[in-house]
């Protein structure tokens, strides 16, 4: 079966969780709305009758539409080995990626901490201030837990020696907050060394580094959820 991705063209957004989880199990999709259906075919689907998804990222698999990045995974992680086998297992993980879902609305609201219809140049003096909570309470608290997930485990990986979906999305976060704040995030790894770890791993696995190497993975830019402005990396 060939998965259809449904996101927008132009950003990784919340979208690039499912890519990474899609690319890690060697599956075979389609980025739906970068090829010649472009979003029009995207925005059918959320139009359409029955159980419509509310927004991308959605998953079409077969005569399934998922939506909603951790429900994706939590589907994707059970068919390709990107999940524990157990009940108790599976939901740990689903857990753990609705709280870095959480996080990822923290990041984007360090530059739009007004709401998503304002510009970024109408909220700066907020994104400043929003910012500054942000790198102070917030990241110590979220990169803090998931670090001290890698201590406990004592793993490679966030639930032990095998890799989940989980572990590919804080890859992403940590490249993230690399692009966004290159100097706040230089200063705070040595306080994340086994997540900082736990990115070059992923980076380095055969999939994953021949997904970053290509033109499937899309840049980050200004327009996503990690932006980079310089007021902001004080």
Known sequence: MKYELYYWPEIQG????VRLALEEAGAAYVDVARGSRGTAAMMKLMDGRGTPPFAPPFL???KLV???TANILLYLGA??????KTEG???WVHQLQLTIADFVLEVHDTHHPLGPSLYYEDARPAAKKRTAEFWDE???KYLGYFEGLLESNGGAYVTGRKLTYVDLS???IVAGLRYAFPKRMKAFESDITGLVGLHDRVAARPNIKAYLASERRIAFNEQGIFRRYKELDA
């Open 138 to 140: 917030r990241v110590p």
């Open 89 to 91: 297992g599976k939901l």
């Open 66 to 68: 998922i939506g909603q």
């Open 60 to 62: 079409k698999a077969g």
């Open 79 to 84: 068919r390709h080995g990107l999940a524990p």
């Open 170 to 172: 804080l890859f992403q």
């Open 14 to 17: 919340r979208g690039e969780y």
